[in-house]
């Protein structure tokens, strides 16, 4: 069965790393457009992160742009988000969405083919 899986969520104090993971099962991650898209309580989802097919274009929202990077491994099927300068602020679930076009708009994906559950990232002292 088709589905993609991200993990690497955790507590961790402000100025902290993290990185997450989307894993795909089922089909080639590589052919897809990859977002990151976080949610905290009582907001709005926002579509922080985008990678295109391949070792494609990345695109980064302004609130996470400069300490965040969105990276791919072809061989492990997986994208990654490398959170650096974590900030209160940042405190939501995480999610990826893949979609098969393969490109991005801007930081978001044109659509989730795919969408992990998601992964609890608390950034608290």
């Known amino acids: 069965q088709a589905q993609l899986v991200d993990s690497g969520g955790d507590l961790v104090q402000p100025g902290g790393s993290l990185r997450l993971s989307c894993a795909a099962a089922g089909f080639t991650l590589d052919y897809y457009a990859v977002g990151w898209i976080r949610q905290a309580p009582g907001n709005e989802r926002e579509e922080i992160s985008c990678?295109?097919?391949?070792?494609?274009?990345?695109y980064y929202s302004d609130s996470v742009k400069g300490r965040f990077t969105v990276s791919r491994d072809a061989a492990e099927n997986k994208v990654y988000l490398q959170m650096n300068d974590l900030k209160p602020e940042d405190t939501a679930v995480y999610y990826c969405?893949?979609?098969?076009?393969?490109?991005?708009?801007?930081?978001?994906?044109?659509?989730?083919?795919?969408r992990g559950k998601g992964t609890l990232v608390a950034v608290s002292s």
């Open positions: 969405a893949a979609e098969g076009g393969g490109h991005c708009l801007g930081p978001s994906v044109y659509g989730e083919d795919y």
């Open positions: 990678i295109s097919e391949g070792n494609g274009n990345t």
